[in-house]
């Protein structure tokens, strides 16, 4: 069995974002589930020997580029990412004035039609700062375009946007009068 910290933290998104049933788990309003029994799920699911500790998992969010997880109060969510039914719960605060998504050339007049929409996430994923947009786009385009969100201008019109990580923004969506190409 595969036991690298990137197949590890695979199955962590998978399990905590997208199929906590799967691996009989329930998370609360805000996303979490109890760490112990976190580790027994993947344990039990993936066969991992020598088993999964905790102290692998601290490992992988250590060790990541990118902070995708969070443990608190022996219980563990991921930050974002979510698309399981039943919106997870985040909390809400006053973004940077300028927010950036990265996203591929071909979506861009369906967002300039539309806006940006959580299409199979809970949330819109909104970036701290243009490098980190601009790795989100590259996972769907090679040139990808970025987009600056004016996020006083969306709030004063009651668009809330919530916190996911330090480089990581939610938002529920952002209509089209808010985006402009950077
Ligand atoms: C696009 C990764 C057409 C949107 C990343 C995006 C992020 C539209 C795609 C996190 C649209 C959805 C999320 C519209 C939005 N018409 N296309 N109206 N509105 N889109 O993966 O932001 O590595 O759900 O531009 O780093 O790319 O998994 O969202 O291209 O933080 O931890 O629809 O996932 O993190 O794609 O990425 P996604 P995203 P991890």
């Not at 589930?33 to 027994?40: I, K, N, P, S």
């Not at 700062?129 to 375009?145: E, I, N, Y």
């Amino acid at each position: 069995m595969k036991r690298s910290l990137t197949f590890i933290s695979k199955k962590m998104s998978y399990a905590l974002r997208h199929n906590p049933e799967k691996y009989g788990l329930t998370l609360d309003e805000y996303g979490y589930t109890d760490v112990a029994q976190f580790l027994q799920a993947l344990n039990r699911m993936h066969h991992f020997t020598p088993r999964l500790k905790l102290a692998d998992l601290e490992k992988v969010i250590a060790q990541s580029d990118k902070q995708r997880f969070e443990i608190r109060n022996g219980k563990i969510c991921a930050l974002y990412g979510h698309s399981i039914p039943g919106i997870i719960k985040r909390r809400a605060a006053v973004p940077p004035a300028i927010l950036y998504h990265g996203t591929a050339r071909r979506f861009l007049a369906s967002i300039k039609r539309e806006g940006l929409l959580p299409m199979s996430r809970q949330y819109v994923h909104l970036s701290t700062d243009v490098a980190t947009a601009k790795q989100v786009g590259l996972r769907r385009d090679s040139q990808p375009v970025i987009l600056t969100i004016a996020t006083e201008k969306a709030q004063a019109a009651g668009i809330q946007f919530f916190v996911g990580n330090d480089q990581v923004w939610l938002c529920s969506e952002v209509p089209p009068q808010y985006l402009q190409v950077k």
